[in-house]
């Protein structure tokens, strides 16, 4: 037996990435994980779901509560990348990365938290809403715009979620990831011209490397079981010290 056992959670973005881990994870601690995703390979045991699609989210969540009895928490992996100098940044492109990154994460966890209500409390508690920030939504970065500005609106999105629904047994938090070593992660970095950067970006995490999509697995696992039952509207940095503050290279010198 296990945290998660018999546990049923939604994972958006479960094809690849954070969203795969998670997945993975769950299934290993014993849970049932529904996987969805916009991109699906024949024959891969994942739901297609367009994030931004709230019919096709609403039609999601009511098939698994009939096929499941319940949904026990869900973990919306689910993103894109984007942004610019505002100046640059063209109107429609502000508004995908917007739609997808914070107008999806309300219509997920909206229907996630309908189905909850509908449910009898287990040992008091209705399930756990785990959202996918960034640490770019906790602070800001050069060029950072439209993804920064979305993923700050998760983070206080999650926190209200936890202040309405947790009279209801109903638990929600934002994991606020480093930079990631995922596809995403390598299709920003692998462009001509940001050797540098990434190398500078690697700098600034204290571990000095860029985390792995199971590092932030193991935290959506603690989050949605019975061991994170006190904890709620909360915005965790797992960054390898990113956030912790700036390294300007004084204890180098000092030989650390």
């Known amino acids: ?56 989210v609403a039609g999601l969540l009511e098939r698994i509560t009939r096929e499941h009895g319940r949904v026990d928490g869900v973990v919306h992996a689910a993103g894109v990348a984007g942004g610019g100098p505002v100046h640059l940044l063209d109107q429609d492109e502000w508004q995908r990365v917007i739609n997808v990154n914070l107008t999806a994460t309300f ?46 609106g998760v983070v206080l999105l999650t926190k209200n979620i936890a202040i309405d629904y947790g009279r209801q047994g109903i638990r929600a938090n934002a994991i606020c990831p480093g930079f990631i070593e995922t596809q995403m992660t390598d299709g920003i970095f692998g462009m001509e011209g940001m050797e540098a950067v990434r190398n500078s970006v690697i700098h600034e995490h204290k ?4 985390g792995h999509p199971r590092e932030i697995a193991n935290v959506a696992s603690f989050l949605l079981s019975p061991a994170a039952s006190f904890v709620s509207g909360q915005a965790i940095a797992v960054d390898g010290a990113y956030t912790a503050g700036r390294d300007h290279g004084v204890t180098e010198l000092m030989g650390l």
């Open 1 to 56: 037996m296990t945290e998660l056992t018999g546990k049923v959670v939604l994972v958006t973005g479960g094809a690849s990435g954070i969203g795969q881990a998670t997945a993975d994870l769950i299934e290993e601690e014993g849970g049932v994980a529904i996987r969805a995703d916009v991109t699906v390979t024949n024959g891969s045991p994942v739901e297609r779901l367009d994030v931004t699609d709230e019919a096709g």
């Open 107 to 152: 219509v997920v966890c909206k229907h996630v938290i309908t189905r909850m209500l509908e449910q009898e409390p287990i040992d008091g508690q209705r399930g756990s809403i785990v959202t996918l920030a960034s640490i770019e939504g906790l602070e800001g970065t050069a060029g950072g715009s439209a993804y920064n500005a979305s993923k700050g």
């Open 207 to 210: 571990l000095r490397r860029m």
